[in-house]
């Protein structure tokens, strides 16, 4: 499983979260809409990683997804990246 995300989501992130230096977000896997598996959706917390699945560190950020969740991804790889339109991060599957 990789995790890519762009310098422009990082820093959409720092702007709503103001994590602080050296920060640490989770993306869990949720109830919701509009996720890779119908029902279910990813959220977005500051959080200390415990068991990590994977991660990247980008703008001073690592983004990080638990073992837990790892059910979720089933092998895919996951880029968060800017929606142009919509100014805001949208999670793209590969």
Known sequence: MKLNVTAQ????YKEEFEPGKNAH???FVRYGFGGRIPGFSLGVSSAAPDHVYASATTDGITFFIEEKDAWYFDDHSLTIQMDQQEQEPEFVYG
């Open 9 to 12: 989501a990082a820093k959409w």
């Open 25 to 27: 977000l989770r993306l």
